[in-house]
């Protein structure tokens, strides 16, 4: 079995041209988009996160949708240029705009929707704020915007069959954010963990910093050949991309923390914390500065 999908592999084209999306094949069946290093607040045109699609015998999942109506439009046809099976589910791995707005297109097809049982109550929690900051975010690509929750909200684990091969599903204690889901194909082994993990691009906390390093050491015992991060390409490496997430995140806690210690303003924390990870990630100067003024006033009452 594993031998023919390898096999497989070696026939199919490395990369899928779907206008203008373009498509990775990282796997048999495992199909990937990329999206740019561009920051939310500036016109990004929802296109910054990782989404794309498996297929199995039976239909597809899709995972992530990306961060507007048009996006998710732009998905839907790379998967009609891969297959016509029935779009069985849509898989959120949480609840950022950037990674959920694109649900929309694929309501007609009636998949199941899947999140992390949080993710309902987030969506309805940051409703207005996100269709209110949506036009700013991506303009009229954000047309006919909508949060759609999960159909199927998944607690723990669980798992999902597409036919000829399993997903693994796992939802997760608050970490990037308090409705992170990783899937998890066992069939090529290929974990997707949507923003658990970045590569490239400086991580982003909206959830507890201190539980996203608890959860990055049960990453570490995931034994995948293939890992699709949130934001970054592909990797082999799973353990030492998670090294370089965690060395951030563990110098951004020391030195807010020590900043505290020392009677240093907020202010001053924004401005100096994390200074020698400066080199090592993409967009660093605005994304260092929001996670240093979230963490701050929650580590002035540890």
């Given at each position: 079995m594993l031998k023919s999908w390898l096999m497989s592999l070696l026939l199919l084209p490395a990369i899928v041209c779907?206008?203008?999306?373009?498509?990775?094949?990282?796997a048999p069946g495992i199909y990937v988009h990329h999206g740019k290093h561009l920051d939310i607040n500036t016109d990004y045109g929802g296109d910054i996160c990782n989404i794309g699609f498996i297929v199995g015998n039976r239909g597809v999942a899709v995972i992530d949708t990306g961060g507007s109506p048009k996006i998710g439009r732009e998905l839907h046809d790379a998967i009609?240029?891969?297959?016509?099976l029935p779009i069985l589910y849509v898989i959120n791995t949480h609840v950022h705009p950037d990674h959920v707005f694109g649900n929309v297109a694929f309501k007609a097809d009636h998949p199941a929707f899947v999140g992390h049982a949080n993710l309902a109550g987030m969506m309805v929690q940051r409703h207005d704020v996100y269709l209110r900051n949506q036009v700013g975010w991506t303009g009229a690509d954000g047309a006919g915007s909508e949060l759609i929750p999960p159909t199927i909200p998944v607690v723990a684990a669980t798992s999902i069959d597409l036919g000829g091969r399993s997903l693994q599903l796992t939802a997760y204690p608050p970490a990037h954010s308090t409705s992170d889901l990783t899937v998890f194909d066992?069939?090529?082994?290929?974990?997707?963990?949507?923003?658990?993990?970045?590569?490239?691009?400086?991580?982003?906390?909206?959830g507890d910093l201190k539980g996203w390093l608890q959860v990055i050491e049960q990453l570490h015992n995931i034994k995948a050949l293939h890992t699709v991060p949130g934001h970054g390409p592909v990797t082999a490496d799973l353990q030492g991309a998670l090294d370089n997430e965690r060395r951030y995140l563990t110098v951004l806690l020391t030195?807010?923390?020590?900043?505290?210690k020392q009677g240093k303003s907020m202010e001053q924390a924004i401005g100096s914390a994390a200074q020698s990870e400066k080199d090592s990630w993409v967009l660093f100067d605005v994304v260092n500065r929001r996670n240093a003024a979230n963490l701050y006033p929650l580590l002035e009452w540890e």
């Open positions: 779907a206008d203008p999306l373009s498509i990775e094949v990282v009609r240029k891969v297959t016509k066992e069939t090529t082994r290929t974990l997707w963990t949507g923003d658990l993990l970045f590569i490239e691009r400086t991580p982003s906390v909206d030195d807010v923390r020590a900043d505290i």
